[in-house]
């Protein structure tokens, strides 16, 4: 596996865990929020073939409070 490939792979995963431990009763979300930005902010590049020709992960709806 690529080191890329490996950095997203692994980030995603521990970005999947957090969801999966801020969803338990008990779980503490002052560090949910406070870990998942920066998970979110460091997942590397996808790697390559992930998403098909030609696909914009900009390009979708707009959501409440984006602006258009």
Known sequence: MCP???DFART???LG????YADMTGADLD???AVSPSLAVSL??????LFPPGYDPGDGPAY????S
């Open 31 to 33: 560090f949910a929020e």
């Open 4 to 6: 890329n490939c490996e």
């Open 17 to 20: 865990q957090l969801a999966l």
């Open 44 to 49: 590397p590049e996808p790697p390559p073939g």
């Open 64 to 67: 409440p409070g984006e602006d």
């Open 12 to 14: 995603v995963l521990l």
